[in-house]
């Protein structure tokens, strides 16, 4: 099994943006979900965002609608996550997940069975 690798974490102020990348060798978004989730110290895995299927429908979590946009290469492969208006409650290490349960909820970390090792994302106020 491949592991998707995070990449473009790092540490901005409140107001910055960022850009998360996902390389997920041997996976595509067609009959799939490629997804973004977050996790904070001392909370649980959270989903920020989704991109499925070969329509590349996308998903997002209400925290971080209309402030992050997920998106695909056109080899649907690599995905990205473009983060703006970042805020503090958005420090977190943020996972790429994917080969998916189809069926399940995009949002539902257990629907996944490969993930990422995580790339740290930090904003101060």
């Known amino acids: 099994q491949v592991q998707p690798v995070e990449s473009g974490g790092g540490s901005v102020q409140a107001g910055g943006s960022l850009r998360l990348s996902c390389a997920a060798s041997?996976?595509?978004?067609?009959?799939?979900?490629i997804s973004w989730f977050r996790q904070a110290p001392a909370k649980g895995r959270e989903g920020v965002a989704a991109?499925?299927?070969?329509?590349?429908?996308?998903y997002y979590a209400d925290s971080v609608k209309g402030r992050f946009t997920i998106s695909q290469a056109s080899a649907k492969n690599t995905v990205y996550l473009q983060m703006n208006s970042l805020k503090p409650e958005d420090t977190a290490m943020y996972y790429c997940?994917?080969?998916?349960?189809?069926?399940?909820?995009?949002?539902?970390?257990?629907?996944?069975?490969?993930w990422g090792q995580g790339t740290q994302v930090t904003v101060s106020s």
């Open positions: 997940a994917t080969d998916f349960r189809l069926g399940g909820v995009w949002s539902t970390s257990e629907n996944y069975r490969a």
């Open positions: 041997g996976y595509t978004t067609s009959n799939n979900c």
């Open positions: 991109i499925c299927s070969s329509y590349g429908a996308t």
